[in-house]
T-cell receptor, first 115, second 112 residues
Framework: EPEVTQTPSHQVTQMGQEVILRCVPI?????FYWYRQILGQKVEFLVS????????KSEIFDDQFSVERPDGSNFTLKIRSTKLEDSAMYFC?????????????FGPGTRLTVL | GEDVEQSLFLSVREGDSSVINCTYT??????LYWYKQEPGAGLQLLTY?????DMKQDQRLTVLLNKKDKHLSLRIADTQTGDSAIYFC????????????FGRGTSLIVHP
């Protein structure tokens, strides 16, 4: 069964450094998402991406964040200057359509630790 | 705004039934979902229920929806050790892009 993959599984970085989290969505999917979960808190929506542009974003997704689909298979989340509070599990997801019953398929997540 | 709440932990004995509860605040919810996350894996959609239904059964899983109280539950019959995971409740609202709003997840521990 096709699956969403994410790399790395764990990323440790120093505060102020840039990080890029990578995702490979399922190949025929058209809609892509990033979510994050700070330890003990809710899974929060960050951004959705369709047709090579951001279609929706939350208030968490400020100017420090950017997304890109550089080559038709990868989908990346960049955090320009990491802060301690960016430490979280970041999940990528994809789906074919955006109807209520179009299932989102999630990757296993990247745990980001900012020191 | 949308808010979804769940208890953080549930411990059950193998063979017993598990009931995981969730409350939500937005009455315009259209679909309510249960996702399962096993260790090292992503969230996997288990089942969903449309807001005009009050029950849905799928093998060992039963979803109950009480719209009046905005309460959703997931019952797992004959719980097995392989059911140990984190279970997330989520909702989507009508008229939008159906991006789920999640709760914190309930960690289900099944012991022999």
């Amino acid at each position: 069964e096709p699956e969403v993959t994410q790399t790395p599984s764990h990323q440790v970085t120093q505060m102020g450094q840039e990080v890029i989290l990578r995702c490979v969505p399922i190949s025929n999917h058209l809609y892509f998402y990033w979510y994050r979960q700070i330890l003990g808190q809710k899974v929060e929506f960050l951004v959705s991406f369709y047709n090579n542009e951001i279609s929706e974003k939350s208030e968490i997704f400020d100017d420090q964040f950017s997304v890109e689909r550089p080559d038709g298979s990868n989908f990346t989340l960049k955090i320009r200057s990491t802060k301690l509070e960016d430490s979280a599990m970041y999940f990528c997801a994809s789906r074919y359509g955006q109807g209520a019953t179009d299932t989102q398929y999630f990757g296993p997540g990247t745990r980001l630790t900012v020191l | 705004g949308e808010d979804v709440e769940q208890s953080l932990f549930l411990s059950v004995r193998e063979g017993d039934s598990s009931v995981i509860n969730c409350t939500y605040t937005d009455s315009s919810s259209t679909y309510l979902y249960w996702y399962k996350q096993e260790p090292g894996a992503g969230l996997q959609l288990l089942t969903y229920i449309f807001s005009n239904m009050d029950m849905k059964q799928d093998q060992r899983l039963t979803v109950l929806l009480n719209k009046k109280d905005k309460h959703l539950s997931l019952r797992i019959a004959d719980t097995q050790t392989g059911d140990s995971a984190i279970y997330f409740c989520a909702e989507t609202l009508s008229g939008g892009s159906y991006i789920p709003t999640f709760g914190r997840g309930t960690s289900l521990i099944v012991h022999p």
